[in-house]
């Protein structure tokens, strides 16, 4: 085997963000792991550990220098969770400080803006449409100014509890960490390279299920009965204004016809969920399916779903609920640890694709 072209075949893939090759490859790990400590100064670091003469070696020709050196998993796998421990011992250090931080967030509102999409919002909406420059600039001190601000705050919230969370799952004895910036890998659980992603369960999917279940969607059916019993609500504001305003008001009126409405409206939301954890293939399925064209890929995921069953709503919430988070996630992977990854392949169509991946869910969720 040339080890060259076997290394620049797997960073070509890696650059062209194509992992279904690198996954298949019997040194694929071996490229990933060498890829999180692809730092020069981590490089030469474990090449002095082993005696690896690495002292002519061009910077930009390290990675492949190291590659081909054949070093033995098992001291690639001692040196990473050497440096996670030195760089886990400095974060740890500030972690309660920073959960009181996250605790200070009391509204999750991206202001209209979404995620890689801040420029494309301003250039239609602002840009674009007005011509008056006065009024321009009193949008950019009224409206934008207040948008941004709960865009900042809700990715910041993301950012760190992201983190957190992800330093839980590495914590764990069972998996191995990443420790620099990889696309697509976030830990390896017996040398499956895993993508943590956190999230919550997805209005689209309740949507869905509803209709398969002859139902209505859940803000048609909150109108239809605001309008059968009087109830007032701006027809005018966006739907997620129209859905918030709407729960808020019956869920508060006194009325036993309300009562009962919001009864059977939470128990059909708590059945759907309820039968997606206890069948979750179909939600794996339909998260990759839904990808975005800019950020699709087929990588091995671990979802982590979090579900407040009281109110799906507030589910955002549980990101930074520590001792709940810390129980579950390691228990999960306690009892799991003889986990058998065949059984967790799944097929998914995408843009009239067939893909083949391996997909893991964790549900946490609070009644």
């Avoid at 400590?37 to 474990?46: G, H, N, Q």
């Avoid at 590659?67 to 011992?89: G, S, V």
């Avoid at 890998?185 to 949507?207: A, C, G, I």
């Avoid at 009962?260 to 339909?286: C, G, M, S, Y």
Wanted: proline share 3%; aromatic share 14%.
């Amino acid at each position: 085997m040339n080890l060259v072209e076997e290394f620049r075949f797997l960073k070509k893939c890696y650059d062209d963000d194509e992992f279904d090759p690198i996954f298949s490859h019997e040194l694929g790990v071996y490229f990933l792991k060498l890829r999180s400590i692809s730092r020069s100064d981590l490089l030469k670091e474990i090449a002095g550990k082993l005696a690896i003469n690495v002292t002519n070696i061009e910077s930009r020709k390290l990675s492949e220098f190291m590659f081909c050196q054949q070093i033995p998993n098992e001291h690639i796998d001692t040196f990473i969770m050497e440096k996670y421990q030195e760089e886990r011992t400095k974060r740890i250090q500030n972690e309660d400080p920073l959960y009181s931080q996250l605790y200070k967030l009391r509204v999750f509102d991206w202001g209209g803006f979404y995620q890689n999409a801040v420029e494309q919002t301003i250039v239609n909406n602002y840009v674009k449409k007005i011509q008056d420059y006065e009024e321009l600039c009193e949008a950019i001190e009224n409206d934008i100014s207040p948008r941004l601000k709960g865009y900042i705050l809700c990715s910041w919230y993301n950012h760190w509890t992201s983190i957190l969370i992800e330093d839980m799952f590495k914590d764990n004895p069972n998996l191995m960490p990443t420790i620099g910036l990889i696309k697509k890998v976030d830990f390896f659980w017996k040398n499956f390279p895993f993508d943590l992603k956190v999230t919550y369960f997805p209005d689209e999917f309740m949507q869905m299920k509803r209709r398969e279940l002859g139902l209505g969607t859940e803000l048609i059916e909150l109108k239809r009965f605001a309008k059968n019993n009087g109830i007032y609500f701006n027809r005018n504001e966006k739907p997620k204004e129209i859905f918030s305003e709407l729960i808020a008001k019956i869920s508060e009126d006194t009325s036993e016809t309300s009562k009962q409405f919001i009864n059977d409206f939470n128990n059909a939301r708590k059945e759907i969920i309820l039968d997606t954890i206890n069948n979750p293939r179909d939600l794996v399925r339909w998260l990759y399916e839904h990808q975005g064209p800019r950020r699709f890929d087929a990588a091995n995921r671990f979802f982590l779903i979090l579900i407040d069953l009281r109110n799906p709503e507030e589910s955002w919430k549980l990101k930074r609920n520590k001792n709940l988070l810390k129980e579950k996630i390691s228990g999960y992977l306690d009892a799991n640890r003889d986990i058998n990854f065949d059984q967790i392949k799944i097929n998914f169509s995408w843009q009239d694709h067939e893909y083949s991946t391996y997909a893991l869910s964790l549900f946490i969720l609070v009644e």
